[in-house]
C-alpha cells in the first residue's frame, strides 16, 4: 500500500457542485410544473404539444423543460 498508485485508488474522487450562473432562466420538468401547479402531467404535455407553451427537450431520455416565466403567464392569463 506504499504504492502511490494505490495511494490514488484509495482517495475519493470530488464532488462537482451544481453552479447554476447568473442570468440563466429558470426552468421546470413537466412532473414539477404538474407538481407546483395541481394539474395531470399529460395537460402539461398537451400544452407543449399543441404549441401553447415554448419548450426544450434535454437529457436522459429527451425530458421537456419549460422556462417558468412562460408556465406563470399562461397559468396567469387561462386559470385566474
Not at 421546470?28 to 419548450?55: C, G, M, P, Q
Amino acid at each position: 500500500m506504499n504504492n502511490d498508485s494505490d495511494k490514488h485508488r484509495m482517495e475519493r474522487p470530488r464532488q462537482r457542485k451544481k453552479v447554476i450562473p447568473s442570468g440563466t432562466i429558470k426552468m421546470l420538468s413537466v412532473s414539477e410544473i404538474a407538481h407546483r401547479y395541481e394539474f395531470h402531467e399529460n395537460t402539461v404535455r398537451r400544452w407543449v404539444t399543441v404549441d401553447k407553451l415554448k419548450s426544450i427537450r434535454y437529457g436522459p431520455g429527451n425530458k421537456i423543460y419549460i422556462a417558468k416565466k412562460d408556465v406563470d403567464n399562461f397559468i396567469q392569463k387561462h386559470y385566474y
